[in-house]
């Protein structure tokens, strides 16, 4: 292993953490200062590994001849050569050109759009600088940097470890060890390998469990991730199923677009008809077949969907995700943080009676009393006063205060804690936490009562802990007699705190009456939507040392008392819900919190009926369900509470084998399985680990639960448009391929020539359908989008709706043009103008189809395309465009026109808007029948 700049290898893990901490110059207590950083930085370069650069242009150029699709337009142009037609042979390879460069130029940015917002979700490290924590860009790494890791984070980069409790990896990634490896500070021998390494951590593995600090000695390439190309090798990200599905039509069209050559062929042959005209009619129906813009229109799709998601603070990390949100029938999220506001309040404390008052005995801690504190937030103002005398506040208790029991029990929840309590500055105007809220509120609380959260921590450092565990809900902390100690200081004690049931557990098995007094009321809090802590302590000294489990503690803890505190709900959590029912979805909350506290806060927010029809079911009941049982009861389950991570994956794979596709929120470490199996992983920005990130498709970084519902809209609405393209594109191509049939049929001459349709197919539908593709949420009527019941999964490109819609606007449309051709060739006009005037028809007639695909059912009048900026003015680029080819001498060279007067054109747009006016009965009669 070599550092940066060193000519030797440097063997990291056999030097001691003052020998690591001397060569790098850092001062491990401090971590490096900012100038020192910014030299390291500009000396050694981003913490990264080499990217593939973005694929340059004549790449994205390249890449848009690829498709089947453009395959048939160069089969048109080599036979327009063959049959000496090079003008339009010509014409044809032009406009593909064109064509070819404006989706290469959109893929481009698209693809530059969603590296943008992948940027977003890039990881972040908690490093010391300057003695104070900062949460930093992993790529801001540089060599002695002091990380700071806890459970759930993942590893940036190569580092030393100087300080570990508790602290394991997984590094299965690197090493392959299927198991988490105990981490030490103690040195190792050089000659150790890779895998035995205990003393380091590597960039690419996560922390599983415990806390640790470790000083970085190598980023980017040259730590040992960076050396193993083929681990750090970037892949690229499949194609989501609807890319797939849009794919397998493509080539479906290609088919038929084949057929129907053949067959035009034959018929022609059959007819006796001139075999290049045969061939020039078989060229048309091949081109008027082929929706050219389609691929194009699907990345658009993709990428606006994935800005406007950003936007309201859903970042995207796999394209399926986008279209999964649509189908979304079940959301599992968390409670605390998602659908609260995570600003926990201590507000009511339980103390059992006779502890500290020499009233020792089984019925004295029977009895306890409740106490209240005011104030809200993270502000210490406030006092802690009896809960039957409000006015009457207890004396504020210092180390010798008069109230020993509330001292204790606050002193205890200062130290058994992790957070910090920072006062208001320049950057922060209020009072916040770092750390967990649940343990900020306790320093908050001890404030109230008096202490001075570093005086009692200088008192009594720490020395040793089990850090919390997600699976027990424990948390264990011993601490030594300081020098600021008072006099006759025990040397030793342990304080635990955790869930009341985990903590009560821990009891001696005589304290029965104790135990029951402090559930009852613990489950009092509960119903009243109170988070509730138990805090305890171990009066001897109990040595917690690596691999030392909580069992260690079993019978030797004294409760202390209880702790509730109010988490309250999001303002706009409850209408979030509410949108989720009228969407269809079915809102289920997974919290680890007691069943009665998430059951409260379900009924208040409606996730939960207050009739009593839904249940909440915690992790033991969960655990002795079987799976008929489980899935007959996820029916009426509202709130899972107190599960272990492990639970959540269960809970996913019983939704799903009910048929519900489900969207599963997380933040822990543990979460990541859940995460990754669930349909739609969510994980946390805010709160969220690294591991929990990475594990999923979509982060959110406000951890709010309305995010995710706003982002199930954008999911419909992104499917919802791309069906609209569909429906546009194949009437659109229909339409073309009947007056073509039509035409050859009944003897009369082409109505089309092969360039003019490909004018519409790829300059009028080009101008409209990436544009169609914009259309905003709600374009349906008021609130549509989240009226609808969720998108079936196995939902057909061509429901039954959108093919009478196609059969209808398509036969309309045909009829206009043919009727209009007929009429006109009969009344002795010239074919070249009357080819003008149907392929002006055409266009318009598209123009108005366009405006009819913004629905379904709401009238076209009423919605209007002001409300979709970007296709109107497609819609007037496309009018530009045409008129151009009407009176441009050049242009009507080339595609065979002549220019219009304005006698002929008003009744063309007046016979055009027939289309319009037909779908709009059939919009009233649906509106009336629904």
């Keep these: 292993m070599s550092a940066h700049g060193e000519e030797a290898p440097v063997f990291w893990h056999a030097l001691s953490p003052f020998e690591v901490a001397q060569r790098l110059g850092v001062d491990a207590e401090r971590g490096l200062g900012h100038e020192a950083a910014t030299r390291r930085r500009a000396e050694h370069g981003p913490n990264a590994l080499p990217e593939p650069p973005p694929r340059p242009a004549w790449k994205l150029f390249a890449g848009q001849f690829k498709s089947p699709l453009i395959a048939i337009l160069f089969v048109a142009a080599a036979l327009a050569v063959v049959l000496g037609h090079h003008g339009d042979a010509a014409v044809i390879l032009v406009v593909v050109v064109v064509n070819a460069l404006i989706g290469g130029l959109q893929e481009g940015r698209a693809e530059r759009s969603m ?28 060599p002695g940097d002091v990380l700071l890791l806890a459970a759930g984070d993942a590893v940036a980069a190569d580092a030393r470890v100087v300080e570990a409790a508790q602290l394991q990896l997984a590094e299965a990634a690197l090493t392959g060890e299927s198991v988490p490896v105990a981490k ?20 690419g593995t996560h922390v599983s469990a415990g806390r640790g600090r470790a000083i970085v000695v190598a980023t980017g390439t040259h730590t040992e991730v960076g050396r193993i190309a083929a681990l750090t090798e970037r892949a690229e990200e499949p194609p989501t199923p609807l890319q797939r599905r849009l794919a397998a039509f493509g080539r479906a069209l290609v088919v038929a677009a084949v057929v129907l050559f053949v067959l035009v062929l034959a018929l022609g042959v059959l007819r006796a008809l001139p075999l290049a005209d045969v061939l020039m009619v078989a060229i048309s129906q091949m081109v008027s077949m082929v929706p050219e813009g389609l691929p194009v229109a699907m990345t658009i799709a993709l990428a606006v969907g994935m800005q406007r998601m950003a936007s309201r603070g859903a970042i995207i990390r796999r394209l399926a995700a986008v279209e999964t949100l649509g189908s979304t029938t079940v959301i599992c999220s968390d409670k605390t943080g998602t659908l609260t506001k995570n600003e926990m309040t201590a507000v009511e404390l339980w103390l059992p009676r006779g502890d500290g008052e020499g009233d020792d005995d089984e019925g004295g801690a029977a009895r306890g009393r409740t106490l209240l504190a005011s104030g809200s937030g993270y502000a210490p103002g406030g006092r802690i006063a009896a809960a039957n005398d409000e006015a009457a506040p207890v004396p ?42 649940t343990e900020g509120a306790l320093l908050v609380l ?157 009924r208040e927010l409606g996730i939960a009926r207050g009739d009593g029809a839904d249940r909440a079911v915690d992790g033991s009941e969960l655990e002795r369900m079987g799976e008929p049982e489980l899935m007959a009861a996820l029916p009426h389950i509202a709130v899972f509470a107190r599960v272990q991570p492990a639970q959540k994956l269960r809970i996913v794979e019983a939704l799903q084998a009910r048929g519900e596709v489900v969207a599963m929120t997380g933040d822990g470490v543990n979460d990541a399985p859940a995460l990754a199996r669930a349909d739609v992983g969510v994980a946390m920005g805010i709160a969220g680990t690294e591991v929990a ?19 199930v809209e954008q999911g419909r609405v992104v499917y919802g448009n791309l069906k609209k393209v569909l429906l546009y594109l194949f009437a659109t191509s229909l339409d073309e391929v009947i007056v073509l049939l039509l035409a050859l049929l009944a003897g009369y001459p082409l109505p089309l020539v092969a360039v003019q349709i490909l004018w519409i197919n790829i300059v009028t539908e080009g101008t409209l359908t990436v544009n169609l593709v914009m259309d905003p949420a709600d374009m349906d009527g008021k609130g549509r989008e989240m009226a609808r019941p969720p998108v079936p999964r196995d939902d057909p490109l061509f429901d039954r709706t959108m093919l009478q819609r196609t059969a209808l606007m398509a036969l309309t449309a045909a009829a206009l043009a043919f009727g209009w051709f007929a009429w006109r060739l009969q009344a002795g006009v010239p074919v070249e103008l009357v080819r003008t005037e ?64 304005a006698a002929t054109l008003l009744p063309i747009v007046a016979l055009a808007s027939v289309v319009l006016w037909v779908e709009e009965g059939r919009k009233a009669l649906a509106r009336r029948t629904r």
Aim: hydrophobic share 50%; glycine share 8%.
């Design 396 to 437: 504020r208790v210092l180390a010798a205060g008069a109230d020993v029991a509330l001292g204790t029990l606050l002193r205890a929840g200062v130290l058994c804690n992790d957070a910090e309590l920072l006062p208001p500055d320049e950057e922060r105007g209020a009072w916040s936490v770092l750390g967990d809220p």
């Design 693 to 711: 990130k990475s594990a999923a498709r979509i982060v959110l970084t406000d951890d709010n639960f309305a995010t995710l519902v706003a982002a």
């Design 446 to 602: 001890a404030r109230k009562g008096g202490l001075d959260v570093g005086a009692e921590r200088a008192a009594w450092p720490r020395g040793g802990e089990l850090p919390f565990d997600a699976d027990t809900k424990l948390m264990a902390t011993r601490h030594v007699r300081g020098q600021a100690s008072p006099a006759g200081s025990p040397p030793a004690f342990v304080v635990v705190k955790g869930a009341p049931e985990a903590v009560l557990r821990l009891l001696p098995g005589a304290a029965v009456a104790a135990r029951e007094a402090a559930r009852a009321a613990a489950d009092a809090m509960a119903r009243r939507a109170l988070r509730v802590l138990a805090v305890a302590a171990v009066d001897e000294d109990v040595a917690l040392e690596p691999g030392t489990g909580f069992d260690v503690l079993a019978g030797r803890v004294r409760l202390l008392g209880l702790v509730g505190e109010i988490d309250p709900p999001r303002d706009e959590a409850r209408a979030a819900v509410a949108e989720c029912r009228r969407a269809g979805i079915r809102p289920v909350m997974v919290t680890g919190d007691h069943k009665l506290t998430g059951l409260a806060i379900a």
């Design 838 to 901: 149907v392929f002006t028809l055409v266009a318009v007639t598209q123009w108005f189809n366009v405006v009819n695909c913004q629905s379904a059912t709401a009238s076209a009048l009423k919605l209007g395309v002001l409300r979709n900026p970007w296709l109107l003015g497609g819609l007037l680029l496309s009018v530009a465009l045409q008129a151009a080819v009407l009176y441009v001498p050049p242009l009507q060279a080339m595609f065979h026109t002549r220019p219009l007067e």
């Design 184 to 203: 030490r500070v103690a040195a190792a021998d050089e000659a150790t390998g890779l895998a035995d390494r205990h003393d380091m951590v590597h960039a």
């Design 115 to 142: 590296a943008a917002l992948r940027r977003l979700s890039e990881l972040q490290v908690r490093v010391l600088r300057e003695g104070h924590e900062q949460v930093l860009p992993a790529r801001e790494l540089v």
